[in-house]
Protein backbone atom coordinates (compact mmCIF):
# COMPACT_ATOMS: atom_id res chain seq x y z
CA UNK A 1 0.00 0.00 0.00
CA UNK A 2 2.96 2.89 0.92
CA UNK A 3 4.81 1.51 -2.08
CA UNK A 4 1.41 2.20 -4.07
CA UNK A 5 1.24 5.71 -2.80
CA UNK A 6 4.78 6.60 -3.68
CA UNK A 7 4.67 5.28 -6.92
CA UNK A 8 1.66 7.67 -7.54
CA UNK A 9 2.75 10.55 -5.73
CA UNK A 10 6.13 10.53 -8.09
CA UNK A 11 6.51 12.57 -11.12
CA UNK A 12 9.14 13.34 -13.79
CA UNK A 13 10.36 16.98 -13.58
CA UNK A 14 9.74 18.47 -16.58
CA UNK A 15 13.56 18.70 -16.73
CA UNK A 16 13.48 14.75 -16.68
CA UNK A 17 10.90 14.68 -19.64
CA UNK A 18 12.77 17.32 -21.78
CA UNK A 19 15.76 14.74 -21.34
CA UNK A 20 14.06 11.78 -22.00
CA UNK A 21 12.59 13.49 -25.21
CA UNK A 22 16.13 14.70 -26.36
CA UNK A 23 17.31 11.09 -25.86
CA UNK A 24 14.51 9.78 -27.90
CA UNK A 25 15.30 12.46 -30.90
CA UNK A 26 18.78 11.31 -30.62
CA UNK A 27 18.30 7.77 -30.95
CA UNK A 28 15.59 8.22 -33.54
CA UNK A 29 18.37 10.38 -35.89
CA UNK A 30 20.98 7.67 -34.84
CA UNK A 31 18.74 5.08 -36.29
CA UNK A 32 17.82 6.81 -39.60
CA UNK A 33 21.76 8.13 -40.35
CA UNK A 34 22.45 4.00 -39.93
CA UNK A 35 19.87 3.21 -42.33
CA UNK A 36 20.67 5.75 -44.54
CA UNK A 37 24.21 4.50 -44.91
CA UNK A 38 23.80 1.17 -44.71
CA UNK A 39 21.72 1.57 -47.80
CA UNK A 40 23.89 3.72 -49.50
CA UNK A 41 27.15 1.44 -48.99
CA UNK A 42 25.04 -1.43 -49.87
CA UNK A 43 23.96 -0.01 -53.12
CA UNK A 44 27.59 1.31 -54.03
CA UNK A 45 29.10 -2.56 -53.60
CA UNK A 46 25.67 -4.09 -55.67
CA UNK A 47 27.09 -1.39 -58.79
CA UNK A 48 30.78 -2.21 -58.21
CA UNK A 49 29.58 -6.22 -58.39
CA UNK A 50 27.36 -5.68 -60.94
CA UNK A 51 29.58 -3.73 -63.09
CA UNK A 52 32.82 -6.22 -62.78
CA UNK A 53 33.97 -7.93 -66.18
CA UNK A 54 33.07 -11.22 -64.81
CA UNK A 55 29.90 -10.68 -63.41
CA UNK A 56 27.96 -12.18 -66.18
CA UNK A 57 29.71 -15.79 -65.59
CA UNK A 58 29.06 -15.23 -61.93
CA UNK A 59 25.91 -14.94 -61.69
CA UNK A 60 25.23 -17.58 -64.03
CA UNK A 61 27.64 -19.98 -62.36
CA UNK A 62 26.35 -19.01 -58.61
CA UNK A 63 22.90 -17.15 -58.37
CA UNK A 64 21.05 -19.14 -60.78
CA UNK A 65 17.10 -18.90 -59.56
CA UNK A 66 16.27 -22.14 -61.56
CA UNK A 67 18.32 -24.30 -60.18
CA UNK A 68 18.36 -22.62 -56.45
CA UNK A 69 14.43 -23.64 -56.53
CA UNK A 70 15.04 -27.44 -57.82
CA UNK A 71 17.75 -27.70 -54.93
CA UNK A 72 16.47 -26.34 -51.64
CA UNK A 73 14.32 -29.46 -51.13
CA UNK A 74 17.49 -31.95 -51.06
CA UNK A 75 19.52 -29.55 -49.44
CA UNK A 76 16.93 -29.15 -46.81
CA UNK A 77 16.51 -32.98 -46.15
CA UNK A 78 20.26 -32.98 -45.34
CA UNK A 79 20.04 -29.69 -43.20
CA UNK A 80 17.72 -32.16 -41.03
CA UNK A 81 20.65 -34.48 -40.36
CA UNK A 82 23.01 -31.68 -39.37
CA UNK A 83 20.13 -30.61 -36.91
CA UNK A 84 19.91 -33.76 -35.20
CA UNK A 85 23.99 -34.34 -35.06
CA UNK A 86 23.88 -30.70 -34.00
CA UNK A 87 21.19 -31.30 -30.79
CA UNK A 88 23.31 -34.95 -30.04
CA UNK A 89 26.69 -32.85 -30.06
CA UNK A 90 25.16 -30.14 -28.01
CA UNK A 91 23.98 -32.36 -24.98
CA UNK A 92 27.17 -34.66 -25.15
CA UNK A 93 29.80 -31.39 -25.65
CA UNK A 94 28.16 -30.09 -22.52
CA UNK A 95 28.39 -33.41 -20.13
CA UNK A 96 32.25 -34.18 -21.46
CA UNK A 97 33.11 -30.32 -21.28
CA UNK A 98 31.85 -29.85 -17.70
CA UNK A 99 33.24 -33.23 -16.51
CA UNK A 100 36.56 -32.14 -18.06
CA UNK A 101 36.28 -28.25 -16.48
CA UNK A 102 35.41 -29.45 -13.18
CA UNK A 103 38.82 -32.54 -13.50
CA UNK A 104 40.61 -29.31 -14.22
CA UNK A 105 39.73 -27.48 -11.14
CA UNK A 106 40.69 -30.73 -8.75
CA UNK A 107 42.49 -29.43 -5.72
CA UNK A 108 45.05 -31.75 -4.02
CA UNK A 109 48.11 -33.36 -5.23
CA UNK A 110 45.91 -36.55 -5.21
CA UNK A 111 44.49 -35.46 -8.44
CA UNK A 112 47.41 -34.77 -9.93
CA UNK A 113 47.02 -37.76 -12.98
CA UNK A 114 43.54 -36.81 -13.37
CA UNK A 115 44.25 -32.90 -13.71
CA UNK A 116 47.19 -34.22 -16.14
CA UNK A 117 44.89 -36.44 -18.39
CA UNK A 118 42.42 -33.56 -19.01
CA UNK A 119 44.89 -31.13 -19.35
CA UNK A 120 46.34 -33.52 -22.17
CA UNK A 121 42.95 -33.77 -23.56
CA UNK A 122 42.13 -30.15 -24.23
CA UNK A 123 45.66 -29.65 -25.45
CA UNK A 124 45.33 -32.34 -27.75
CA UNK A 125 41.57 -31.41 -29.37
CA UNK A 126 42.63 -27.71 -28.90
CA UNK A 127 45.46 -27.92 -31.30
CA UNK A 128 44.65 -30.56 -34.00
CA UNK A 129 41.98 -29.24 -36.77
CA UNK A 130 38.53 -30.79 -36.49
CA UNK A 131 38.68 -32.30 -40.28
CA UNK A 132 41.62 -34.37 -39.06
CA UNK A 133 39.68 -35.49 -36.02
CA UNK A 134 36.72 -36.98 -38.17
CA UNK A 135 39.12 -38.74 -40.67
CA UNK A 136 40.63 -39.92 -37.54
CA UNK A 137 37.19 -41.23 -36.21
CA UNK A 138 35.50 -41.91 -38.82
CA UNK A 139 38.07 -43.82 -40.91
CA UNK A 140 40.43 -45.18 -38.46
CA UNK A 141 37.96 -46.31 -35.47
CA UNK A 142 35.84 -48.55 -38.20
CA UNK A 143 39.23 -50.15 -38.97
CA UNK A 144 40.18 -51.37 -36.17
CA UNK A 145 36.56 -53.65 -36.17
CA UNK A 146 36.01 -54.07 -32.46
CA UNK A 147 32.74 -51.95 -32.55
CA UNK A 148 29.52 -52.86 -34.92
CA UNK A 149 28.75 -51.15 -38.04
CA UNK A 150 27.66 -48.02 -37.72
CA UNK A 151 26.47 -44.71 -39.45
CA UNK A 152 29.27 -42.18 -40.60
CA UNK A 153 26.76 -39.63 -38.96
CA UNK A 154 27.57 -41.63 -35.46
CA UNK A 155 31.30 -41.34 -35.88
CA UNK A 156 30.91 -37.59 -37.13
CA UNK A 157 29.41 -36.70 -33.78
CA UNK A 158 31.42 -38.30 -31.94
CA UNK A 159 34.64 -35.92 -33.99
CA UNK A 160 32.97 -32.94 -33.02
CA UNK A 161 31.80 -34.13 -29.69
CA UNK A 162 35.06 -34.57 -28.92
CA UNK A 163 36.73 -31.52 -30.26
CA UNK A 164 34.33 -29.28 -28.98
CA UNK A 165 34.46 -30.62 -25.52
CA UNK A 166 37.98 -29.58 -25.47
CA UNK A 167 37.19 -25.86 -26.12
CA UNK A 168 34.18 -25.79 -23.80
CA UNK A 169 36.14 -27.36 -20.94
CA UNK A 170 38.33 -24.38 -20.82
CA UNK A 171 35.74 -21.78 -21.43
CA UNK A 172 33.75 -23.14 -18.25
CA UNK A 173 37.11 -23.38 -16.30
CA UNK A 174 38.18 -19.80 -17.01
CA UNK A 175 34.49 -19.34 -15.64
CA UNK A 176 35.07 -20.89 -12.65
CA UNK A 177 38.89 -20.35 -12.45
CA UNK A 178 36.95 -16.48 -12.27
CA UNK A 179 35.02 -16.73 -9.54
CA UNK A 180 36.22 -14.77 -6.01
CA UNK A 181 38.36 -17.47 -3.81
CA UNK A 182 35.98 -16.38 -1.22
CA UNK A 183 33.10 -17.77 -2.43
CA UNK A 184 34.95 -21.01 -1.80
CA UNK A 185 36.10 -20.40 1.51
CA UNK A 186 32.34 -19.25 2.36
CA UNK A 187 30.80 -22.46 1.39
CA UNK A 188 33.36 -25.04 3.36
CA UNK A 189 32.91 -22.94 6.08
CA UNK A 190 29.60 -23.60 5.59
CA UNK A 191 30.12 -27.29 5.90
CA UNK A 192 29.75 -28.15 2.45
CA UNK A 193 32.08 -30.73 0.64
CA UNK A 194 34.77 -29.69 -2.52
CA UNK A 195 32.19 -31.39 -4.59
CA UNK A 196 28.98 -29.72 -3.07
CA UNK A 197 30.83 -25.98 -3.52
CA UNK A 198 31.69 -26.75 -6.63
CA UNK A 199 27.84 -27.92 -7.84
CA UNK A 200 26.38 -25.38 -5.29
CA UNK A 201 28.46 -22.45 -5.62
CA UNK A 202 31.77 -22.25 -7.84
CA UNK A 203 29.86 -23.70 -11.20
CA UNK A 204 26.20 -21.45 -11.35
CA UNK A 205 28.49 -18.96 -11.10
CA UNK A 206 31.28 -19.84 -13.35
CA UNK A 207 28.63 -20.50 -16.32
CA UNK A 208 27.09 -16.97 -15.89
CA UNK A 209 30.13 -15.65 -16.44
CA UNK A 210 30.69 -17.52 -19.58
CA UNK A 211 27.45 -17.48 -21.29
CA UNK A 212 28.50 -15.30 -24.41
CA UNK A 213 31.61 -17.66 -24.55
CA UNK A 214 29.75 -20.58 -24.54
CA UNK A 215 26.93 -19.75 -27.34
CA UNK A 216 30.11 -18.46 -29.49
CA UNK A 217 30.85 -21.51 -29.27
CA UNK A 218 28.12 -23.33 -29.66
CA UNK A 219 27.63 -20.95 -32.98
CA UNK A 220 30.85 -22.51 -34.32
CA UNK A 221 29.33 -25.90 -33.78
CA UNK A 222 26.21 -25.06 -35.98
CA UNK A 223 28.48 -24.17 -39.06
CA UNK A 224 31.55 -27.17 -38.23
CA UNK A 225 28.73 -29.71 -38.14
CA UNK A 226 28.77 -29.26 -42.23
CA UNK A 227 31.73 -31.27 -42.10
CA UNK A 228 30.39 -34.41 -41.23
CA UNK A 229 30.08 -34.33 -45.10
CA UNK A 230 33.64 -35.98 -45.21
CA UNK A 231 32.68 -38.78 -43.92
CA UNK A 232 29.82 -39.45 -46.77
CA UNK A 233 27.25 -37.85 -45.01
CA UNK A 234 24.22 -37.10 -46.39
CA UNK A 235 24.04 -33.83 -44.92
CA UNK A 236 23.36 -30.47 -46.61
CA UNK A 237 26.57 -29.82 -47.84
CA UNK A 238 27.19 -33.32 -49.57
CA UNK A 239 23.55 -33.08 -51.00
CA UNK A 240 24.36 -29.90 -52.14
CA UNK A 241 27.43 -31.71 -53.30
CA UNK A 242 25.17 -34.00 -55.58
CA UNK A 243 23.71 -31.49 -56.87
CA UNK A 244 26.75 -29.67 -58.54
CA UNK A 245 27.97 -32.59 -59.64
CA UNK A 246 24.38 -32.73 -61.45
CA UNK A 247 24.17 -29.62 -62.64
CA UNK A 248 28.07 -28.10 -62.84
CA UNK A 249 26.73 -25.16 -61.62
CA UNK A 250 27.53 -23.95 -58.16
CA UNK A 251 24.24 -22.20 -56.84
CA UNK A 252 23.14 -25.33 -54.25
CA UNK A 253 26.75 -24.19 -52.07
CA UNK A 254 24.93 -20.93 -52.09
CA UNK A 255 21.28 -22.18 -50.95
CA UNK A 256 23.30 -24.66 -48.64
CA UNK A 257 25.33 -21.56 -47.18
CA UNK A 258 22.07 -19.18 -46.41
CA UNK A 259 20.26 -22.22 -44.50
CA UNK A 260 23.15 -22.27 -42.60
CA UNK A 261 22.80 -18.60 -41.77
CA UNK A 262 19.06 -18.95 -41.58
CA UNK A 263 19.68 -21.61 -38.55
CA UNK A 264 23.21 -19.84 -36.60
CA UNK A 265 21.70 -15.97 -36.99
CA UNK A 266 19.04 -16.22 -34.01
CA UNK A 267 21.63 -17.81 -31.80
CA UNK A 268 24.13 -14.79 -32.92
CA UNK A 269 21.57 -12.40 -32.20
CA UNK A 270 20.56 -13.95 -28.77
CA UNK A 271 24.14 -13.92 -28.10
CA UNK A 272 24.70 -10.37 -29.10
CA UNK A 273 21.60 -9.46 -26.41
CA UNK A 274 22.68 -10.99 -23.87
CA UNK A 275 26.24 -10.05 -24.14
CA UNK A 276 25.18 -6.29 -24.14
CA UNK A 277 22.74 -6.97 -21.36
CA UNK A 278 25.55 -8.69 -19.07
CA UNK A 279 27.63 -5.47 -19.82
CA UNK A 280 24.89 -3.19 -18.79
CA UNK A 281 24.58 -4.71 -15.97
CA UNK A 282 27.58 -4.72 -14.90
CA UNK A 283 27.99 -1.15 -16.00
CA UNK A 284 25.44 -0.14 -13.87
CA UNK A 285 26.93 -1.87 -10.91
CA UNK A 286 24.10 -4.37 -10.44
CA UNK A 287 23.75 -8.04 -9.27
CA UNK A 288 25.39 -9.79 -12.07
Not at 77 to 90: E, K
Not at 217 to 222: E, R
Not at 247 to 266: E, K
Amino acid sequence: MTSTSADTAWQPSDLELSRRALRRRATSRSVLIALVSSVVLVAVLAVIIVNTPGWAVVRQTFFDPEIAVKSIGPIFQGLLTNLLVLVIAAVGVAILGTLLATTRSLRGPVFFPLRALAAAYTDFFRGIPLLIVLYLIGFGIPALMIFPRMPPAFWGTIAIILTYSAYVAEVLRAGMEAVHPSQRVAARSLGLSHAQTLRIVVIPQGVRKVVPALMNDFVSMQKDVGLISVLGVIDAVRAAQLQVADTYNYTPYIVAGLFFIALSWPMIRLTDALTARLNKREQAGGVV
